[in-house]
């Protein structure tokens, strides 16, 4: 359930805060393969993360949600896109094990993600 790997319970957040999550939620839900709707979820729960100090369990969550919109997304149509290249970075930037983090980027580099990108 992606609620459950969210950084902040919706029951730790303001009212309105709540509300957003649960839309986000909502757009991956309704299109898993949409990742503009990915990194519209994660770039708000890394911001959450950054301002609640909140570590393990946590980070674990935003690591796993990001490894999912990598797995979800496909790479055919998006290999350019910027908002698919963001979630492979948060990906790689929650990975803890140097070696996984050069595998990824000699992966990226294999499949040809972001290869028109600035930030790569």
């Known amino acids: 359930d ?9 029951a ?3 009212k309105e805060a ?13 299109d898993c393969t949409c990742a503009q709707a990915w990194w519209d ?14 570590t393990g369990k946590s980070a674990q969550g935003l690591y796993k949600l990001y490894e999912w ?3 979800l997304v496909p790479r055919k149509g998006n290999k350019n896109n910027e908002s698919y290249i963001s979630l492979w970075l948060g ?18 580099r294999n499949m040809g993600i972001g ?5 790569l």
């Open 69 to 71: 919109a990598t797995k």
């Open 18 to 30: 709540a509300g957003v999550l649960v839309e986000r939620v909502r757009r991956v839900k309704g």
């Open 91 to 108: 990906y790689i930037k929650r990975q803890k094990n140097e070696e996984d983090v050069r595998d990824t980027f000699k992966t990226l």
């Open 41 to 54: 979820l994660l770039s708000a729960e890394e911001e959450a993360l950054l301002a609640s100090d909140a």
């Open 115 to 119: 290869e028109t990108s600035q930030n």
């Open 2 to 10: 992606i609620y459950a790997e969210t950084v902040l319970s919706k």
């Open 12 to 14: 730790a957040r303001s």
